[in-house]
């Protein structure tokens, strides 16, 4: 059992920076792929990023070039680098581990984190 902790949001004004992070409670090395996902209000949640096994990433054509995912095992814990913020990045951001090919899901979530992009 994995839990996860998203944290890093926040209120920023566009074309500015965060970086969330995502702490593992426990060892993630052994866990196949993490993904960010986000949920803007009315909306159904959707994948930002992810990264798998050895650090093949891919991501949402809405944040390419501008978003960065990645992992550190040795400290249990995930990022996403947001730069060049937009309004339309407003959301819920989401945390997700261990992808499920048997329910074509991720099987570990956390709470989520708010991020509000101002214009």
């Known amino acids: 059992q994995v839990q996860l902790v998203e944290s890093g949001g926040g209120l920023v004004q566009a074309g500015e920076s965060l970086r969330l992070s995502c702490a593992a409670s426990g060892d993630i090395s052994g866990i196949n792929a993490m993904a960010w996902y986000r949920q803007a209000p009315g909306k159904q949640r959707v994948l930002v990023a992810n990264?798998?096994?050895?650090?093949?990433?891919n991501y949402a054509h809405s944040v390419k070039g501008r978003f960065t995912i990645s992992r550190d095992n040795a400290k249990n814990m995930a990022y996403l680098q947001m730069n060049s913020l937009k309004p339309d990045d407003t959301a819920v951001y989401f945390c997700a581990a261990e992808w499920n090919w048997q329910n074509f899901k991720y099987d570990y979530w956390g709470q989520g984190t708010q991020v509000t992009v101002s214009s």
């Open positions: 990264i798998i096994g050895g650090g093949s990433t």
